[in-house]
């Protein structure tokens, strides 16, 4: 792409792609719509979208013109939001109605990259080795890139969805942001985004291990963010003439309680799901303890087990975790306060004051006073709908084979929290796979294999058509 600008390569692929019948559309390679995408996500990695020098709104003006040049009408693109350095996209592809929108979820905002920790500009896509390297990648530009090509793929075929297809691309998901661009979306354009169901590809995805398609997850749950204060108290004095009852001590006391502490194991719905197909590509000792989860004859034995690994005691309990520590006044003082937030992440309908009791009976310290530093935000279970994952499953055999399609409950947060709110069941996956020892998200040097980017590509198509016939 030497000396050839990415939004003219775009357009000039478009006008090719719009050129020829619909049929014989469908049946192109799909070479050139994979060079459309490496165009699509070269521009969204080099805008800069972080909250402190960037903008989200930049990047949606650029999608509005490139959506209004492959003949989308301008009624149905929006560049919009309260502030003018952070707006989000949305577009309607208009289809027959038949069933209420399916909405296409991802954020543009990325989170900060200084240059001098990357080994290549985080601003610039990089072709190397095999790789795309630059900023948001893996979170979640990859993933944006896909639906827009993907969309735009649908237009030039002239396909007729048989409901409305809507594309968000929202600001403020990663913090920093004078607001949140799906919850604003929500409360101010609810007409806009309003469907029957969400794809967020900010969530799930594919995982590989030495090369190959282990699984593709697709998230259908997740767990709730609380934070509390443990804060303990001390008139102080002089560090020549030491005091038992040190602040400092008195609440890393507290925290050794806490760490010694496991709240009760809670498998829901969607992780008995998960277990059991994970359990077909796992060792055979671990399968049999996701087995034994997943139909409900599992013991203490083979709770403690799983819950070496990190990940799976995630999925089994609600978890507490010191996050940050703040004590003393004076190196030559005795400290008079110390401070240790910890951040919990609560299992899907369990009641937050119930863990901040369990927290306080856990430290046992009437020096150590809790308070919430949050108003915890519930998020209901999607319903683990069959044509959604039966539509996914096939999608999925078409470009790698037979691969488990698991699904999984986040043991962070997504976007998907405020739809799933509102009443919108939210399915979070995207075709991007990820080796499991390479998750670069919001790290150095975000990469993304450029192959598979590609199958991604191919993915999202073959399910969208299949989702939309």
């Not at 509005?64 to 949305?90: C, H, M, W, Y």
């Not at 240790?340 to 119930?354: F, S, W, Y």
């Not at 078409?398 to 997504?414: C, D, N, Q």
């Not at 919108?424 to 294999?449: Q, T």
């Amino acid at each position: 792409m030497t000396g050839y600008h990415p939004r003219c390569l775009v357009a000039s692929l478009l006008a090719c792609a719009v050129l020829v019948s619909p049929a014989v559309a469908q049946q192109q390679s799909p070479t050139t719509f994979h060079q459309l995408g490496h165009a699509i996500l070269r521009e969204l990695i080099e805008t800069n979208t972080t909250a402190s020098s960037g903008n989200t709104t930049t990047a949606a003006q650029q999608l509005v013109s490139r959506f209004e040049d492959a003949g989308f009408p301008a009624a149905d693109l929006q560049n919009i939001g309260p502030t003018p350095k952070n707006r989000n996209f949305v577009v309607r592809y208009r289809g027959s109605g038949a069933h209420k929108p399916v909405l296409l979820l991802a954020h543009l905002d990325v989170v900060e990259a200084n240059r001098a920790d990357w080994t290549y500009d985080p601003f610039q896509l990089t072709e190397q080795g095999g790789y795309f390297y630059g900023r948001g990648t893996q979170d979640v530009k990859g993933g944006a890139a896909t639906l827009i090509t993907t969309l735009l793929r649908l237009k030039a075929e002239k396909w007729v969805p048989d409901r409305d297809v809507i594309l968000a691309l929202t600001a403020g998901e990663e913090g920093g942001m004078p607001y949140n661009g799906v919850e604003w979306l929500i409360k101010n354009k609810r007409d806009l985004i309003d469907a029957e169901y969400v794809i967020n590809v900010d969530a799930g995805g594919g995982e590989m291990d030495n090369g190959k398609h282990t699984m593709l997850d697709v998230q259908a749950a997740e767990k709730v963010f609380h934070s509390v204060s443990l804060t303990a108290t001390n008139p102080g004095g002089h560090s020549s003439l030491p005091r038992k009852d040190n602040a400092i001590y008195s609440l890393a006391a507290a925290l050794d309680r806490l760490a010694k502490f496991d709240f009760p194991v809670k498998p829901n719905a969607v992780v008995k799901a998960y277990f059991t197909k994970a359990a077909a590509v796992s060792s055979p000792a671990v399968a049999a303890d996701m087995r034994a989860v997943a139909n409900g004859t599992a013991n203490a034995a083979t709770f403690a087990r799983l819950s070496k690994t990190p990940l799976y005691n995630a999925q089994l309990r609600t978890t507490c975790v010191a996050t940050m520590l703040q004590g003393g006044h004076a190196e030559n003082a005795l400290p008079q306060t110390a401070k240790a937030t910890v951040n919990c992440r609560m299992l899907p309908g369990e009641d937050p004051k119930a863990v901040e009791q369990t927290l306080i009976r856990v430290i046992n310290d009437t020096a150590v006073h809790l308070a919430p530093t949050d108003t915890a935000v519930p998020s209901p279970a999607s319903p683990l709908s069959p044509a959604i994952f039966s539509a996914v499953e096939a999608s999925a055999k078409a470009i790698w084979g037979p691969i488990p399609i698991v699904p999984t409950m986040e043991t962070g947060a997504t976007d998907g929290l405020y739809l799933r709110n509102a009443g919108v069941p939210v399915y979070g996956f995207s075709g991007i796979f990820i080796p499991i020892n390479d998750v670069r998200a919001h790290g150095k040097d975000e990469r993304i294999l450029i192959s598979s980017f590609d199958d991604a590509l191919d993915f999202t198509y073959d399910l969208l058509r299949r989702l939309t016939r």
